[in-house]
């Protein structure tokens, strides 16, 4: 990436791309190698003073030579043990190679770099997007060249960076737990081919749910997206002892593989509304059954719901089939779909 590029790609906040500028151009999507483990890119110096040894003191010595106070409605919890930094990293390198070797690296809330410093020895043309303009600062002053985008990850347009670096994505982060939702939301129904992989960690609960099998209590909104969209894999457990200041729960670590189920069109735009206003509506009351908490839905579309449907409540029906339930009710609006990525939007309702 040149000097210009790279600073293009900073200042960068969702440029304006038209849809139908977006539907021609086409996204890399991910191969996996024919070939064994590659190898990416020149390796780069670690930023020194702050991050001079192994360890503990590797990943905590940032946020204690910066003197920045952890924020709270930031959802600043720090990795501070190296070495559960590297096993981090290390599962996010094999997952890349794995599944995306040619995915270009993007960090979500890079914080005081306790990964960065890590990442960035592999992958030394990531960008991180960090919301924090003390930690953005702090980036620039300790870690020497690192695209950095000052902003809110939730509004990040994630086809548009696809799109600029010509490249699908991978993505890692030690996620702010307080808007892990919203986060994944857009990471997975971001367009076909935009993002190849992400390695995320998150509350042990949360990974739970989005792992979570038909007739579970966990069993949810989350889960039937995640599902949908994506190959989601618990890798493994965090303690709350790796973290300052402490979390009060346990962490995960997980892996998704996206890919598209065959049964959705993530760019039909009436599509993906409509089975988000099915699985909401079903799901918001979960010990109902589909025909009693689908039946103003039904009522409005001017049908019945089929029998193998009915009787069912939400937390028995796999994900697939709420992609055919959405075609049953949204049949009419589906002759003439929108085709537009919802990804595209300011706003999407799950937010
Ligand atoms: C759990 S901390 C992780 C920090 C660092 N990666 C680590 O592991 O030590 C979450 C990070 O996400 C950042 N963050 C919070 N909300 C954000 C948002 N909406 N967009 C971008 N970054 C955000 C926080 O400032 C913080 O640096």
């Known amino acids: 990436m040149t000097a210009v590029s790279r600073l293009a790609f900073q200042l960068a906040v969702r440029p ?78 094999a997952a890349v190679d794995e599944l995306c070797p ?39 002053e300790n870690f020497d ?42 990471l997975l129904e971001a367009p076909s081919g935009t993002i190849g992989v992400a390695v995320v960690m998150m509350q042990k609960e949360v990974a739970e749910r989005i792992a979570a099998k038909t007739r579970t209590k966990a069993y949810g909104i989350l889960s039937v997206v995640a599902q949908l969209y994506a190959k989601p894999r618990m890798l493994f457990k965090v ?22 189920d065959e049964c959705l069109d993530v ?26 908490s689908l039946r103003t839905l039904c009522e409005e579309k001017g049908v019945q719901l089929p029998d193998k449907w009915a009787r069912k409540r939400a937390e028995e029906v796999p994900p697939p089939e709420f992609v055919e339930m959405t075609r049953f009710l949204f049949e009419k609006e589906l002759e003439t779909p929108e085709l537009v990525p919802l990804s595209d939007r300011p706003t999407t309702v799950w937010r």
């Not at 999507?29 to 040894?53: D, E, F, I, K, L």
């Open 239 to 260: 303690p709350n002892t790796v973290f300052y200041p402490q979390p009060d729960v346990t962490s995960a670590l997980v892996q998704f593989e996206f890919q598209l």
């Open 16 to 93: 304006p791309l038209s849809s139908s500028l977006l539907h021609q151009r086409a996204l890399p999507t991910c191969r996996r190698p024919a070939a064994p483990r590659r190898r990416h890119g020149t390796r780069r110096q670690a930023p020194s003073a702050s991050y001079g040894t192994e360890g503990d003191a590797q990943a905590w010595s940032g946020f204690r030579t910066s003197g920045i106070r952890p924020k709270q409605s930031l959802g600043q919890n720090f990795l501070r043990d190296g070495n559960m930094v590297s096993r981090i990293v290390q599962s996010f390198g």
């Open 145 to 186: 060249g690192l695209a950095v985008r000052h902003g809110d990850v939730l509004e990040t347009d994630w086809p548009g960076v696809a799109a600029e670096v010509a490249k699908p994505l991978a993505v890692i982060g030690n996620l702010p737990y307080n808007i892990v939702s919203q986060i994944l939301f857009s």
């Open 267 to 292: 760019r039909n735009t009436t599509l993906t509304r409509g089975l988000r206003t099915v699985v909401r509506t079903a799901f918001n009351q979960r010990r109902k059954v589909l025909r009693n």
């Open 102 to 140: 040619d995915a270009h690296v993007v960090e979500v809330g890079p914080g005081l770099g306790a990964l960065t410093t890590r990442l960035v020895e592999r992958y030394p043309d990531m960008l991180a997007i960090e919301i924090d303009r003390r930690a953005v600062q702090y980036l620039h």
